[in-house]
């Protein structure tokens, strides 16, 4: 069964510190693995796309990392600001081309940044 | 560039009524999907619509529909409104296939 998996749940970090979020997957065949970010009350806001390929891919303070064999992802920020709390939502495309219905959502973790 | 438009962006209904709930994708932008978010689920998807083709639907009830007009513009319909229909309803558009998504701010529907 195709399942994404985030750790951890929520986080509580001080202001400055960096963090890792981590995903873990379980999806075939594998097309492309996303990171969104989503404040309360709004919609999701895309942060980086992956695909196989690719082992790294970085959005100012936010570095995705992503492990093919290891079917992991991890999510990293540095020098976290208040503005970076947020739900973190890791999703996995389930196929090449095809509908957004193969996307495989994970639950989020939810970050919490504080001065 | 304008972005993906919902509305109403907050409902309130009582049990057995029906709902509308209206998407404005991305100029150009030919595919649009539907999520319902709850705290305990995430989001879940409801259907996607291309070119006003129903492209894959998720594992909603009978309740849940939607359409999409020749301008793009899409709408999604839950009939017979129950407690738990209660959630975030967030449209995405993308340019299609499984490119990237573009959210709008979403519907939040209560159920009383």
Redesign the interface.
Known sequence: KNQVEQSPQSLIILEGKNCTLQCNYTVSPF??L?W?KQDT??????LT?MTFSENTKSNGRYTATLDADTKQSSLHITASQLSDSASY?CVV?A?????????I????TKLSVKP | KAGVTQTPRYLIKTRGQQVTLSCSPISGHRSVSWYQQTPGQGLQFLFEYFSETQRNKGNFPGRFSGRQFSNSRSEMNVSTLELGDSALYLCASALGGTGELFFGEGSRLTVL
């Not at chain 1, 009350?41 to 895309?46: A, D, K, L």
């Not at chain 1, 959502?105 to 989020?108: N, S, V």
């Open positions: 097309s492309n996303r969104y009350g709004r919609g999701p806001v895309s796309i939502i495309s196929r090449l081309g095809g509908s957004q219905g193969n996307l959502f994970g639950k989020g």
